[in-house]
């Protein structure tokens, strides 16, 4: 489905009694994350969304207590900053919620920690024993398969962990 289809689905929906209030207040929350993602650096910008605002108190998911930490030392200049675009809260409450950023985590920064470990011929030989000796499966052919990938090309020698 286009982006253009689905925009003219949400649209729809907004427009039902049962759904125009919390369309309305996604579309709020996500406009405000958008202010907000400028206002935060841009390093840190990725690890921490608005939660809600709720008494006037903000409250801002971060990814781990580094990130807490910092947006906690930045918190006075954001409060202002916000303060001076018409936003009427006076506190900003910081969350911890890592399990949140699972599926949101930029793949190039999964890259960089990949760590490479050698296949030796040693590993190689005990996987083709467990294979000729083992009754065909699901798990069994993987293996076959992955020995396959692994012996055609011999100059990648390594496996990702």
């Known amino acids: 489905m286009t982006s253009q ?3 003219v689905y949400l649209d729809m929906l907004g427009e039902s009694p049962q759904y125009k209030d919390i369309l309305s207040l996604a579309h709020t929350l996500y406009e405000n994350q958008l202010v907000f993602a400028k206002l935060v650096p841009a390093n840190l910008a990725p690890y921490c969304y608005l939660s809600k605002i709720n008494d006037n108190e903000l409250t801002v998911i971060a990814k781990n207590g580094a990130i807490a930490a910092k947006l906690k030392q930045l918190s006075p200049t954001l409060l202002d900053k916000l303060q001076r675009l018409g936003w009427k809260i006076t506190s900003i409450h910081l969350l911890v919620q890592g399990n949140f950023f699972q599926d949101k985590v930029d793949s190039s920064d999964k890259q960089r920690h990949i760590k ?4 030796t011929h040693a590993a190689r030989e005990s996987l083709n024993e467990f294979v000729t000796t083992s009754q065909d499966s699901e798990l069994i052919r993987a293996v076959k398969s992955f020995l396959q990938k692994h012996e055609s090309n011999p100059t990648q ?5």
């Open 116 to 119: 490479k470990i050698n296949f």
């Open 5 to 7: 289809k689905v925009n």
């Open 157 to 161: 020698r390594h496996l990702k962990k």
